[in-house]
């Protein structure tokens, strides 16, 4: 008998949602990456010409906002990729087994993928901790955040304080563990079935 089988399929219907918009806002801001990329590419193509006040050239700090933009895409993309099962997998072995033990395989991938987001997670929030300038003594204590750093750090170029997009990559590390989570549970729940569902 699988366990809460509507309260599953309820919190999977809302993972969902939300893993598609995290997407979302993924592919938005590897959409700005490629402009910004390109424009700074033409920029140097074009470096030192004038047109009235302005003066032709690469975009500055082009490459601490690609890398930002990077580390936040890739954990606006990590939900969505767990939720549909979309990590790379070697399926030539499990197609002759039965049913029942393909489902305890994935249960099996999706413990360990489970275990690493939240060891991820939590070794996220400790750096994210690290980073942020803010917060009182005891309220950093609270979430052992350490002492408060004497300079917030920043990027050297545009001097952008890191923890602002360590933390946007942290919330989208924090719904992948949540999300890891929830699908130990459904996989368990089809293992209990003895069949996976089409996700």
């Known amino acids: 008998m699988a366990i809460a089988k509507q309260a599953e399929e ?25 402009i910004i990329t390109v424009v700074s590419v033409i920029g140097r193509r074009l470096l030192g010409i004038e047109i009235g006040p302005i003066t032709l050239g690469p975009i500055k700090g082009d490459f601490e906002l690609i890398e930002a933009g990077c580390a936040i895409a ?3 993309f990590l939900p969505l990729t ?20 393909v489902c305890f395989l994935g249960l099996v991938g999706d413990t360990l993928i489970a275990i690493a987001s939240v060891v991820i997670f939590w070794r996220f929030f400790i750096g994210f901790g690290e980073k942020l300038p803010y917060g009182s003594d005891a309220l950093r204590s609270f979430f052992h955040f350490g002492s408060k750093p004497f300079f917030p750090e920043t990027t050297y170029e545009l001097e952008l304080p890191i923890w602002i997009p360590y933390g946007m990559a942290l919330f989208g590390a924090a719904v992948f563990a949540l999300v ?5 549970w459904r996989s368990l729940n089809w293992t209990i079935d003895g069949q996976e569902q089409v996700i």
């Open 180 to 184: 890891s989570l929830y699908t130990v």
């Open 82 to 101: 767990q939720m549909k099962r979309g990590h790379v997998t070697v399926d030539v072995f499990i197609q002759a087994l039965p049913k029942r033990v």
């Open 10 to 34: 309820r919190v999977g219907q809302f993972l969902t949602r939300l893993t598609i918009r995290l997407a979302y806002g993924g592919g938005f801001i590897l959409a700005m990456m490629s």
């Open 74 to 76: 890739i954990f606006a």
